[in-house]
């Protein structure tokens, strides 16, 4: 019985650790919106958390979100340090439409075009938007769909927490 135990607990140490390292950003190209590549694994923020922002010109909910974000934007970076990566999932058809959406916005995050859907499906985010939050040592820490009035708070303070734990 005793050999059963440590099999199951070296199961379930072998899984945590393979979970870890899933955790990690996948290696994807896409670009950003001069058209220079991005590889995503190397996305980050000088070791403080950054968010991933899926989204698309089409989808309002996506804009309302993002409207709300870079109402408070300037204050959160200037608070956390904080960086948001808006990654535009539409079809390369229609890429030609996601600057004017980001300048008519004023938005200054760093904007990311994923037209092939890649780093989409790679970061597990089905629909959009889709928000991740990623640590300063580029381990998603928090990843949900959908968009709720208000719902911006929860990834600033989650952020807030992530420096406190530092």
Known sequence: MKIFGKIIAAMVLALCGALAAQAQLPSVQVKDLSGKPVDTATLSNGGKPFIISFWATWCKPCRRELKAIADQYADWVEETGVKL???????ASDTAKVKPVVD??????EVLLDPSGDFQRAMGASN????????GQGKVVESHGGYTEGSEEE????????IKGK
């Open 128 to 135: 959009v938007p889709h928000v991740i939050i990623v640590d």
């Open 85 to 91: 990566y808006a990654v535009s999932v539409d079809k």
């Open 104 to 109: 008519a916005g004023g938005w200054e995050y």
């Open 155 to 162: 990834l600033i303070e989650k952020v807030r927490e992530l």
